[in-house]
């Protein structure tokens, strides 16, 4: 009931808590870098369609959906999510959390695939 931010730097981080139940109802900014910057090279090189593919090579994308979804759900005060990455083709149930927030300011690295676009992910 009295924490009001968190930052996770791994997938795990946020699993804990989603596999613990953890509910905070007083959160307001939830920020995190899940890839290695080794991912953020690779994922960058090329921005398209294929982005989603390696996003998967160095995290579990559905289970992170999965365990963010319910966190961003149950934290009604989040004005500030900034989550690298957050894709929105995998991360449906996120996205769909994100959209619910009333009281969001800031929403940062979202990756959306422009199918008609020959360019492909804008960010």
Known sequence: ???KSIE?????????????????????ALTGSLM??????????????GASERCGD????????EALSRLVASSS???H???WPIHSPVMEKTIAAIGRLSAVEHV??????DPYDDHGLVR
């Open 108 to 113: 940062g690295h979202l990756l959306l695939y």
């Open 81 to 83: 999510v900034n989550i």
């Open 1 to 3: 009931e009295h924490v």
């Open 36 to 49: 290695p910057d080794v991912a953020l090279f690779d994922i960058d090189t090329e921005i398209d369609s």
């Open 8 to 28: 996770a730097t791994s997938t795990d981080g946020f699993c804990f808590f989603h596999r613990q139940r953890c509910v905070f109802p007083a959160l307001t």
């Open 77 to 79: 005060n989040l004005t």
């Open 58 to 65: 160095y995290l579990d994308l559905h289970l992170l959906d």
